[in-house]
């Protein structure tokens, strides 16, 4: 089964990391998901940072992006745990509290748009596993990955669990499954479901970067040749903040960092270069060299 | 607007309303078992960030004054504690009830009013320098941007809008 999705990109993964949405827009058509591009989001909005500072703004933006898609009828996709948690958190407040829902649509007037409560949300993650199905992942492999893998869910696209709706956070295991099925090793590790802590970095940079070694270090002891996310503020923390651990720990992880569509890219025989492994800031040798040879 | 606790004391220098949303959130519920704590990330590597202390603050009726300083701007938004919470506390909403007080009253870290400056500037939480030259890098064309005249309009008289564009 494939589908159409209305594609919201969010901030991070257009500006700072496109080689996300470069491996996206690869990959995705191979499994028969197509993207529509028309729709005007804005940032989702950030949850960590905007929800504590303004929570009636950071819906009201909510359910700008929301109503986008309502006529069209389209289910948003995103490649960011960080816009399907605000999207989806924004939704069922908005669901539940029906002055909320008046408040906001008093503002969305302004802008002649109306909050319908219409709108699906789907992190890519969850449109692999629920909509495409591993099965038809498993058809386009064309090069098993012999890698050992450390899944990372990150915190949003799980939680909170009961507004998401996708796996139990302790025991979620899609991530697991698909590196199976590419031909990889999932590996257990300790902190398996602990935060990658960029977002402590604005207060606590020591805080951030221990979170970031406790994962490295488990990660590492239990033999992964690579850290598997699904999140770009994840990703950002463990690619371009591996150095700066490495320095204040003083240890040598050296283990590169795959988005999941990465990871189904390669085995699908695309190349290094077009699933944007060339942009990494941490060294993607073991992963390339796992590709010799196809 | 301010409210008093049950022997009649005033309440502080929240507003009644805080109480009741803070309540709506399930403290009275909370009986400090602290699993909250244990499940959080940012007490765990700052040793400083205690959402269960906070949650006790507020359950003897003290609301702390919110700073830009305060432990409280620790907490990542993770939703672990509420995950843990055997009795179903918004432990996460909480947090932000009163992070959403500090900024009213013009105390919010760096960190947080940076993001907003971004967000009122672009409509994204993102820095747009050299995006054009990654992105050819990886074979993408120009980023796509939001409608800011929309979004500005939109968040006209909003908190958000007279204070996070200020600095």
Request: neutral net charge.
């Amino acid at each position: 089964m494939g589908g159409r999705y209305a594609l919201m990109l969010g901030c991070l993964i257009p500006s700072r990391l496109p080689q996300i949405e470069a491996a996206c827009r690869r990959v995705f058509p191979l499994l028969g998901a197509e993207f529509d591009d028309n729709f005007d989001f804005s940032c989702c909005p950030n949850s960590p940072f905007i929800k504590p500072l303004d929570k009636e703004a950071w819906l009201t933006m909510a359910a700008r992006n929301l109503s986008l898609v309502e006529e069209a009828g389209l289910t948003i996709a995103t490649p960011c745990p960080g816009c399907s948690n605000t999207l989806l958190e924004a939704k069922h407040e908005l669901d539940h509290d029906k002055e909320l829902k008046a408040r906001v649509n008093e503002r969305l007037k302004n802008i002649d748009r109306e909050y319908k409560g219409k709108a699906n949300v789907q992190h890519l993650l969850q449109v692999v596993v629920e909509d495409l199905g591993l099965k038809k992942v498993e058809a386009i492999v064309k090069t098993p990955l012999k890698l050992k893998v450390a899944a990372h869910y990150g915190c949003h696209l799980l939680k909170p669990s009961k507004v998401m709706g996708f796996e139990e956070p302790f025991t979620a295991h899609s991530l697991e499954d698909l590196t199976k099925v590419v031909g990889g090793e999932p590996v257990e590790y300790e902190n398996r479901d602990l935060c990658c802590g960029l977002v402590l970095g604005s207060t606590h940079l020591d805080g951030s970067l221990d979170l970031a070694h406790r994962k490295f270090s488990s990660a590492k002891a239990a033999g992964a040749d690579a850290l598997l996310v699904t999140c770009p503020t994840c990703f950002l923390q463990f690619d371009t903040g591996q150095m700066r651990a490495a320095k204040k720990f003083g240890a040598d992880y050296s283990i590169p960092v795959l988005y999941f569509a990465q990871l189904i890219g390669l085995a699908a025989g695309l190349t290094d270069k077009d699933m944007g492994l060339h942009a990494h800031r941490t060294k993607t040798t073991t992963v390339v060299d796992a590709l010799k040879g196809r | 607007m301010s409210g008093h606790d049950v022997e009649g004391n005033p309440l502080g220098p929240y507003a009644k309303d805080l109480h009741t949303l803070l309540d709506a959130q399930g403290i009275p519920h909370c009986y400090q078992c602290s699993r909250c704590t244990s499940a959080c990330p940012s007490a765990l590597a700052t040793g400083a960030f205690n959402p269960r202390k906070i949650i006790l603050q507020l359950l003897l009726g003290e609301l702390p004054e919110v700073t830009a300083e305060d432990t409280v701007w620790m907490c990542v938004n993770c939703h672990s504690c509420e995950e843990a919470c055997p009795k179903e506390v918004r432990v996460a909403g909480i947090m932000n009830a009163l992070r959403n007080e500090g900024f009213k009253a013009g105390k919010a870290p760096k960190g947080y009013t940076g993001n907003a400056n971004l967000l009122l500037a672009s409509g994204l939480v993102a820095s747009l320098q050299g995006v054009d030259r990654a992105r050819t890098q990886v074979g993408l064309g120009k980023m796509r941007m939001p409608n800011i005249e929309e979004i500005r309009k939109l968040l006209e008289g909003t908190e958000l809008k007279a204070k996070g564009g200020g600095n």
